[in-house]
């Protein structure tokens, strides 16, 4: 009884496999990949991460790109009185 669904699952497993190669060898015919097509051949620019602007006074290695929330260190260094232009990577 518990052999039927491992054969389900292992003729699933070879249709698939079976379809994907079909799939590919259409798109290779046509002069694209299937990477193209699935995806509309827009692929994705890698995100460059953001440089950071400010570090902080008491420990030069932790710093902030100024994107997103500010941490704990540049609000308690604003609560202080100082500035962002204070806080800035020289």
Request: glycine share 6%.
């Amino acid at each position: 009884m518990d052999e039927i669904p491992l054969e389900l699952k292992k003729r699933d497993k070879i249709m698939r496999q079976e379809l994907k190669s079909k799939m590919q060898k259409l798109a290779e015919e046509a002069g694209y990949s299937l990477d193209d097509i699935l995806t509309g051949g827009k692929a994705k620019a890698p995100t460059k991460k953001a440089a950071p602007k400010y570090e902080n006074p008491d420990d030069p290695s932790t710093t902030w790109t100024g994107r997103g929330r500010k941490p704990l260190w540049v609000v308690a260094a604003l609560e202080a009185g100082k500035t962002l232009e204070d806080l800035e990577i020289s």
